[in-house]
């Protein structure tokens, strides 16, 4: 039996994606914090467990939590769960789902980053009953899906120990140039992380309320700003033609969601401090800086921030397409973001400032990354059932 963690409503949406065209090839468990995930679930006939403190009748029931795995979940290091909360809300989850992970019957669990309040406490459940887990994230590459046993970005096995990638095939010229023209077009548009339809949102407070009502755990602050679209926060920046980008040496930073688990949990230096280092390494060469806001920042606060900023460091905030800054930059400096890895496909120099899975990656580590380790056919964004072969690579 694969045991499978929805955390959120977005999960949700697209692990149904995941199993649809492969559900008579597995036993699936579904397990949730989110009522509506639950009730979704189980209209589509999966057998599923809702986890809410309502079952719990101690707070403890002698399940040890580790303290630590509650403080660095990503909901208490931004604020968005008390740490008191978050240890009863671990101590449920470990009672509940305790003899399920115990069982012999759970071949494999699957968790979506992993750094979040209920993955990080089935992670330890797993890692005691020497469970399995396969960790899953967005490679922020068109239609590829990142798959890792060990965790994502600076957790994941290729971090540790980049050379298991040297192992792999090497794709054909013309597959990478074929993709390549893809991804320049996927580009282009509007990321699909910077907005949520309507309808999704209005599902997302029908899951709110629902889960309030039914003490559910890992119960986040309630916050506007996940109410708004990140892409009208990143439409500040000026945009510059293309020419005088071309003659204007510049140093490219691109800012990360500020609340973003690579910033909180892998990286000591923020936002604001990667613009101040930026805007020193651009000083000492002698180039401009320009600084592109996250799409998806929706904290208004850390915009305000970054443009108090530019009056004092005297740098351009821009919004043009990443991959055109990316072509006419002399430097990119990142924190540790995807546009890193990004820019060593078009041969740029980076200095990532954070830990980077990609740090020590050369340009046929990078190939064989993009075209044989990430899991190809998985578009994370799209609304179509994922292609059962696809779906297999992720549970294989």
């Known amino acids: 039996m694969i045991v499978i963690i929805i955390d959120s409503m977005e999960r949700c949406y697209f692990i149904s994606r995941l199993v649809h065209e492969i559900r008579s090839e597995y036993e699936l468990l579904f397990v949730t914090s989110e009522p509506l995930a639950y009730l979704r679930m189980c209209a589509l006939g999966y057998r599923s467990i809702y986890l809410h403190r309502q079952l719990l009748r101690t707070r403890h029931n002698g399940v040890a939590v580790v303290s630590a795995r509650v403080e ?3 909901e208490v ?7 008191a909360d978050a240890v009863i809300d671990a101590h449920a989850v470990s009672r509940i789902l305790k003899n399920v992970v115990d069982s012999a019957r759970v071949s494999r669990c699957v968790v979506w980053n992993g750094q979040q309040l ?3 406490i089935v ?5 005691k009953a020497n469970v399995p887990i396969t960790y899953l994230e967005i490679s922020n590459l068109p239609g590829k899906l990142f798959v890792d046993s060990n965790g994502v970005n600076a957790l994941s ?4 120990d980049p050379q298991l990638i040297d192992s792999l095939p090497m794709p054909e010229p013309s597959i990478h140039e074929a993709w390549l023209a893809q991804y320049e077009s996927y580009k282009s548009k509007p990321l699909p992380q910077a907005r949520t339809r309507p309808v999704r949102k209005l599902a997302s407070l029908c899951n709110y309320a629902m889960k309030s009502a039914t003490h559910g755990v890992a119960q986040k602050t309630v916050r506007l700003s996940r109410l708004r679209n990140g892409a009208a926060s990143a439409g500040l920046g000026n945009t510059l033609p293309a020419a005088e ?3 204007k040496p510049y140093v490219f930073l691109p800012l990360q969601v500020s609340s973003d688990t690579q ?5 000591s230096v923020d936002n604001f401090g990667a613009i101040r280092l930026a805007a020193e390494m651009a000083r000492e060469q002698g180039l401009g800086l320009l600084v592109k806001i996250h799409p998806a920042e929706a904290d208004s606060d850390a915009v305000r921030r970054v443009l108090d900023l530019r009056r004092e460091l005297d740098f351009d905030v821009v919004s043009l397409p990443t991959v055109q800054l990316i072509k006419h930059a002399a430097l990119i400096v990142t924190i540790n973001s995807t546009v890193g890895l990004e820019a060593l496909m078009y041969g740029k120099p980076v200095k990532a400032l954070g830990r980077a899975f990609y740090e020590r990656f050369d340009q046929t580590r990078l190939l064989k990354y993009i075209h044989s380790f990430l899991v190809d056919g998985v578009d994370y964004f799209g609304s179509e059932p994922i292609p059962a072969a696809a779906a297999r690579k992720v549970f294989g």
Do not use: E, P, Q, V
């Open 77 to 83: 290091l931004n604020g968005d769960i008390a740490f």
């Open 157 to 160: 096995t290729i971090s540790g």
């Open 72 to 74: 660095l979940a990503i």
């Open 118 to 120: 209920l993955g990080r």
């Open 123 to 127: 992670a330890d459940l797993c890692r």
């Open 263 to 267: 910033i909180k949990l892998h990286s």
């Open 245 to 247: 980008l071309m003659n």
